[in-house]
């Protein structure tokens, strides 16, 4: 149960919900449950009544006087609601704010009062609150409403917050459901308690699945969906920020779609109604692959877009371009006409963008998906080809064509576009403007509709196309993902990337220079490559790392010895560069810690040699002399999990490794993973180290895939 004075402050705040639901139920004619709403409020204001006067006499005084002027009106039920939104909600408001002022912090937790005197929590880790600042009952109200199903018996929720949200969903089911809520936070899970409402749940509908570790709490919730897919699930949106690091790329996408399907449901609707209506369409079924050649340009309206206008006019009559209904305007503007346009945003700001340019656009047939707005339909003159998605087909009624598989359109205009050319029957296909982020923290292309600023900034950083960093943000990624499973389930078309500087979409190519180590012929071109590839500063040292052993896997033997020096040289100036952005060296000595690191994320096949950060054999030295040896190999790319080598500590790999294998160096054998030629993802081996050498080891925390390494890294520093 609640503390006692929060749940006296929470008797005046379901008040006012009460009156709000009074009001919502009375506009859509429901005068029953208006009026059952109206009865519960009434009573709840007779018995908080004595408490209200001695708070603030008067106010309470006039706040009974107006409940009493609204109920006089209880026979019309658009004045008895007209007076209950314009006069009483208005004084209990009032009455409400004076009634609580709560505001205190413990560890990464703000407790504060909302407006409506109903709590709400601030994460000052995130600096982001998880319910409303305003009326985070009446929020969650909201967002059950879009939720709930009454066929679903059992729910699934992913993030207790304050308990706003199954308390909701408990008592729109008419207390019937039964709800698993899963959480990491022990302390929030107390708050719930002591100072939300998750105690007004009954005991026996509510289940709390309780892990500390987030992976294993995400591995839970899966299992459940998994297991029982007729369930009812539900992910809070700071669950999603929060954990996403433990999501696997599906759930992560569905959380992200899910929450659009949620937002845009009912425009959709409108827009299918009203495409139908539209003449000069056409059937997809006329669009037969192969009629638009095999080399395309996508066009999106990224940055990117600026730095590739002299290929797009060299372009025009040689390849088919596709583009976005973003980069219309500045692709016609320049005399660049598309072959194919490709729109799917449901919202009316969508329709400015044939300002200017509507005329032009009667030879441009465009492919919309059908939840399109349907301004945009209307204005658009040329032939109007409609795109059936799983999102129109399943939650708008769509207009179904025999024989037409739905499209999966993930979200963005960029990923139908790629679709588009993949079944239209491309073999090349050139991106431009698919920067899927803020390089130079530009956030458009010049003389787009949306218009350009300059300092745009992300929520997170993902890998460049130049080997670097750059700004995005989550729906971004999300994006990215769906372009990415449509490129690599075609291998048959080969993408290339031209944005020099944007997020790097795997599967796609950039056809730079730096990429063509395969075309390398005999010893001298390697050397000019590896002299021009490792100079400071020109691409990152993440990409320049990746880059120097592809071509080290590439070389002969021969090639290597003749070229060994080029290769230490290189090595040593991209090694130099991690350094000075790191701040900080590797201890061989392991001085600092009794702990030597070992930087490594690739080995050289079949030589026995450990070639890591510029130690190479001198770390199975220390680790002779007794020293304790971490080895971390990252994320993305790499099979098996981070393994710590150090005597009497078996070799740790998933069972399905072909390439573990065994390190040998005198009459000791060492457990070690070979890698695929592959760029990892470095950020986490980078943040670790820091980490490991600024802190104690019993304040090593890793979450997900990295645990071990840190169960390792305590084990090793407790020997010490």
């Not at 458009?444 to 350009?452: E, K, L, M, S």
């Not at 971390?632 to 070799?651: D, F, H, N, Q």
Request: hydrophobic fraction near 35%; charged fraction near 30%.
């Amino acid at each position: 149960m609640a503390e006692a004075f929060i749940e006296e402050i929470y008797r005046d705040a379901m008040i006012l919900y009460r009156m709000k639901r009074t009001v919502e139920e009375g506009h859509k004619g429901m005068d029953v449950s208006a009026l059952r709403s109206w009865s519960i409020a009434g009573d709840l204001l007779k018995e908080q009544m004595p408490a209200m006067r001695a708070q603030d006499e008067a106010l309470a005084n006039l706040l009974w006087q107006t409940a009493m002027y609204c109920r006089e009106a209880h026979a019309d039920l658009q004045l008895f609601t007209a007076r209950i939104e314009q006069n009483l909600i208005p004084l209990l408001m009032q009455y409400l704010k004076g009634a609580s002022g709560i505001d205190v912090s413990e560890e990464r937790w703000n407790l504060q009062s909302s407006a409506s005197s109903f709590l709400t929590l601030k994460d000052l880790e995130r600096g982001e609150y998880l319910h409303s600042p305003y009326d985070p009952m009446w929020e969650n109200y909201e967002l059950v409403k879009d939720v709930f199903v009454p066929q679903k018996h059992i729910y699934h929720v992913l993030g207790c917050g304050l308990g706003y949200f199954p308390y909701i969903l408990w008592e729109e089911s008419d207390r019937s459901v039964e709800i698993y809520l899963y959480e990491n936070d022990r302390l929030v899970l107390d708050y719930a308690s002591r100072y939300g409402v998750l105690d007004w749940i009954a005991s026996d509908r509510l289940h709390i699945v309780y892990e500390e570790n987030p992976e294993d709490l995400v591995e839970k919730y899966l299992v459940s969906r998994v297991e029982h897919p007729e369930q009812g699930s539900y992910i809070a949106p700071w669950k999603v920020k929060e954990l996403h690091t433990c999501f696997d790329q599906e759930l992560s996408d569905e959380a992200t779609s899910d929450q659009g399907r949620r937002q845009y449901r009912g425009i959709w609707e409108v827009n299918v109604t009203n495409n139908r209506l539209k003449e000069q369409t056409h059937s997809m079924k006329e669009l037969k692959p192969g009629i638009y050649g095999k080399e395309w340009v996508l066009v999106a309206a990224g940055p990117s877009v600026d730095d590739n206008m002299d290929f797009l006019r060299e372009s025009v009559g040689k390849r088919t371009i596709i583009a976005v209904n973003t980069a219309l305007r500045k692709l016609l503007n320049a005399g660049i006409r598309p072959d194919l346009l490709t729109v799917i945003d449901p919202t009316a700001a969508v329709a400015k963008h044939l300002d200017g340019v509507e005329e032009q656009t009667k030879d441009i047939p465009l492919l919309a998906e059908q939840l399109t707005n349907w301004r945009f339909i209307d204005r658009y003159q040329g032939p109007i080809y409609y795109i059936v998605s799983t999102n129109s087909s399943m939650y708008a009624g769509g207009m179904m064509e025999e024989g037409i598989d739905p499209w999966e359109v993930g979200g963005t205009v960029t990923s139908m576009a790629v679709t588009a050319a993949i079944r239209l029957g491309a073999e090349k296909v050139h991106l431009i403007g698919v920067d899927l982020g803020y390089p130079g923290h530009r956030n458009y292309a010049q003389d787009v509709p949306h218009g350009v600023n300059e300092n745009s900034t992300g929520t997170m950083t993902t890998e460049s196309t130049d080997g670097g960093m750059v700004d995005t943000q989550e729906v971004f990624l999300f994006f990215r993902s769906a372009i990415e499973q449509s490129i690599l389930a075609h291998p048959e078309v080969h993408f290339y990337n031209r944005s020099a500087h944007g997020a790097y979409i795997h599967g796609t190519m950039q056809d730079a220079w730096w990429e063509k180590t395969d075309r390398l012929k005999g010893v001298e071109e390697k050397r000019a490559y590896l002299n021009r590839l490792s100079e400071p500063k020109f691409l990152s040292w993440r990409r320049q790392y990746y880059l120097f052993w592809q071509l080290y896997a590439s070389m002969e033997d021969s090639e290597r010895e003749e070229l060994n020096e080029d290769l230490d040289f290189a090595y040593e100036r991209i090694y130099r560069q991690f350094r000075e952005e790191l701040g900080w060296k590797p201890s061989v000595e392991g001085k600092s810690s009794g702990l030597t690191y070992i930087f490594s994320t690739h080995y050289e096949r079949g030589t026995g040699d450990l070639l890591s950060g510029g130690l190479k054999r001198e770390a199975l030295q220390a680790v002779q002399s007794g020293k304790k040896v971490l080895l971390v190999a990252t994320e993305e790319y790499l099979s098996g999990e981070p393994i710590m080598l150090e005597e009497r500590i078996p070799k740790k790999y998933d069972a399905g490794l072909k390439d573990a294998e065994e390190l040998e160096d005198g009459n000791r054998r060492y457990p070690y993973y070979m890698f695929p030629d592959n760029m990892p993802e470095l950020r986490f081996v980078r943040e670790f180290l820091i980490f490991m050498n600024e802190h104690r080891p019993e304040e090593i925390r890793t979450v997900g895939k990295y645990s071990l390494t840190a169960d390792y890294a305590r084990e090793c520093f407790r020997k010490d």
